[in-house]
Nanobody, 126 residues
Framework: EVQVVESGGGLVQAGGSLRLSCATS????????IGWFRQAPGKEREREAI??????????LYQEYVKGRFTIASDNTKNNVVLQMDNLMTEDKAVYYC?????????????????WGHGTQVIVSS
């Protein structure tokens, strides 16, 4: 059974940092692309990953609005992907989801990801 489990969410002041972690099991981690998605309050989950990383060739992708603030990294020895979020803004408040895809897709669209975690809440106060 494939499991994807997020952790690391919480409450932080604007300008602060959080480090999200995505632990996976039941899949061949090094063959997968791992993506982070988010759903802001009152909105649908974003259709494309805010950031994703291929464990095959380590290519990464960031949405423009997180470039320079968020960093994604993968640890094949631990089957774990982290998303370091710095300089958080109030508009980053959302539930953050980790997901796994067996293929790399341009812009990491959500419909490529077959395995999803249950999400972790990030609250950014002003």
């Amino acid at each position: 059974e494939v499991q994807v489990v997020e952790s690391g969410g919480g409450l932080v002041q604007a300008g602060g940092s959080l480090r999200l972690s995505c632990a996976t099991s039941g899949l061949t981690f090094e063959d997968y692309t791992i993506g982070w998605f988010r759903q802001a309050p009152g909105k649908e989950r974003e259709r494309e990953a805010i950031s994703c990383i291929s464990n095959v060739d380590r290519r990464t992708l960031y949405q423009e609005y997180v470039k320079g603030r968020f960093t994604i990294a993968s640890d094949n020895t631990k089957n774990n992907v982290v998303l370091q979020m710095d300089n958080l803004m109030t508009e980053d408040k959302a539930v953050y989801y980790c997901a796994a895809a067996s293929v790399w897709g341009k812009r990491c669209p959500g419909d490529h990801f077959g395995y999803w975690g249950h999400g972790t809440q990030v609250i950014v106060s002003s």
